[in-house]
């Protein structure tokens, strides 16, 4: 199995920058894409950005530009830096990574963020 925990969430004001972390425990060996998405309170959970181990990466056309996701897999960290946030972007936060040897997804705990225009 594999545990991932977020760090990094709080209160910005809009324009402003945040930081999110997501490190992995576990069986580490053998993940394959992370990624974060998010859930805005009434709205379904969404895809933020996704990086393969290979450090490909893609993202939503919502934060385009803005967001920038990044994994140290000596670390087995998953980072997103997000720039220029809008009060759209307040949601709960969530990492997330799949396993060549699991079927299954693995979630984190979720990180709030919360942007006050």
């Known amino acids: 199995q594999v545990q991932l925990v977020e760090s990094g969430g709080g209160l910005v004001q809009a324009g402003g920058s945040l930081g999110l972390s997501c490190a992995a425990s576990?069986?580490?060996?053998?993940?394959?894409?992370m990624g974060w998405h998010r859930q805005a309170p009434g709205k379904q959970r969404e895809l933020v950005a996704v990086i393969g181990s290979g450090g490909s990466t893609d993202y939503a056309d919502s934060v385009k530009g803005r967001f920038t996701i990044s994994r140290d897999n000596a670390k087995s960290t998953v980072y997103l830096e997000m720039n220029s946030l809008k009060s759209e972007d307040t949601a709960v936060y969530y990492c997330?990574?799949?396993?060549?040897?699991?079927?299954?997804?693995?979630w984190g705990q979720g990180t709030q963020v919360i942007v006050s225009s």
């Open positions: 576990g069986r580490v060996f053998g993940i394959r894409n």
């Open positions: 997330n990574a799949d396993h060549r040897f699991y079927s299954t997804t693995f």
